[in-house]
């Protein structure tokens, strides 16, 4: 018959099964001061609707707060750096959760007694918020069938391997300035996001990272220094009609556009053309019906480059391309004043890619 608890600021660890099977506890919150939750000590406490966990805490227990049903809401604080096995199995009203953001990089286990099953598979988890960066054996949001936002702050360098694949209800992917990777398989058969916000860091696009994301129409990495996109990476995107791809890029990997068959316009703006892993990078693709861009200067290199040489169509073009390719971000007038890059007459604009241009607005 338990319904409250007040814990004092200077207890720093609540023991095994300490609370356990509590039905009736109507809220848990915790005193800053507590560093450890030890495992079960909140199991079965179906009845608690709020969960605030201490800013000083450090470990979550196996199974602390499996069967919390009520709970709907749940912050894990920056202090956190290891959570363990079932530590959320079961909290079956969570629609929202947020790792808050820190420096230190969280270790999240998942759930060997369900077959590996990452620790948010089941909950019913409509948005999330990663501040930092974590690992995760078996991807924290692999499968679940409910996730529609995630967004990974500035706190997170990578999205890591297989973090939402197989959601198929994810529609929204918001990335902080720091993302240098997203990591194989991240994304994968997340049929109905159709957009990914791209960061000025990004690097590398990893094996599989977009595999199967079907509601892609375009990608663009112009504003972006990546330089490798790995195998079958962007496979099956298969409703994706536009792809620019940024001068920096390398390498593409074996399959890395793989049944993309409604492709009608690549735009590689690397001069030297990047490195194929194999012939089936663009494999399906009708080579005749889809342009290839490419910078003037080097139009004769891609001509004779393996892979690349298959496309019928080869063309700079680039003045049609770069108001789609980059955007303005500085605009002076003649007199050398800032404006809008809307401002009418003559301006000098500079645009993303380090240019600068002039451009008559009537």
Known sequence: ALE???????????????????????AINLADGVKLIESNAFKGCAAAKTLILSNSLEKISWGAFENCKSVVEMTIPASVVTVEERAF????????????????????????????????????????????????PSGLFDG???LLKVTFAGGCTEIPDKSMRNCPELTTLVTGENVTRIGKRALENCKKLAHFSSRPTLKTIDDKAFYGC??????NFSNDPVEDIGEDAFAYCKNMTKAVLPATLKNIG?????????????????????????????YSLDTKNCTLYVPEASINAYKAAFVWK????????FNSIENKAFVTTDSYSINGQRTNSNHRGLTIQRTSNGQTRKVITK
């Open 310 to 317: 298959e496309f019928f169509n080869i063309e700079t073009g």
């Open 254 to 282: 074996s399959g890395g556009f793989y049944k993309c068959t409604a492709l009608t316009n690549v735009t590689c703006l690397a001069t030297v053309p990047p490195t194929c892993a194999k012939d089936n990078v663009f």
């Open 144 to 146: 679940n069938s409910t």
């Open 214 to 219: 079907e509601s892609f129409n375009s990608i």
């Open 89 to 136: 199995i079961g909290m079956d009203g969570l629609t929202k959760v947020t790792i808050a953001d820190g420096a230190t990089t969280i270790d999240i286990s998942y759930s060997k007694s369900y077959g590996g099953e990452n620790m948010f598979y089941r909950q019913p988890i409509t948005e999330a918020y990663v501040g930092r960066n974590f690992t995760s």
């Open 4 to 26: 409250t608890v007040v814990f004092g600021s200077v207890i720093e660890t609540i023991g095994k099964e300490a609370f356990c099977n509590c039905t009736s506890l109507s």
